[in-house]
């Protein structure tokens, strides 16, 4: 990597700073996470189907409509 300064003049220490940050941040951006992300549970089709009918239209079918099936 080739850096040019420039505005101001740096001191050598507060040139290695500069180029330690540059260096850590751009060694950070190029990493692989070492897991792969989980999908979303939202998204995962084996979830939305449905495994069973839904209940039978009555006067109580709204309280068994999130029962587990």
């Known amino acids: 990597m080739v850096f040019t300064v420039v ?3 740096p001191t050598h220490e507060e ?5 330690a940050v540059i ?6 951006a190029s990493a692989v996470p ?7 549970e939202w998204t995962v089709r084996t979830r939305n189907i449905r495994r069973s009918a839904p209940p039978p239209p009555g006067p109580a079918a709204w309280r068994s409509s999130y029962w587990p099936r």
């Open 7 to 9: 505005r101001g003049n």
């Open 15 to 19: 040139l290695a700073a500069a180029l």
């Open 23 to 28: 260096q850590a941040r751009a060694a950070a």
């Open 34 to 40: 070492a897991t792969p992300r989980r999908p979303d």
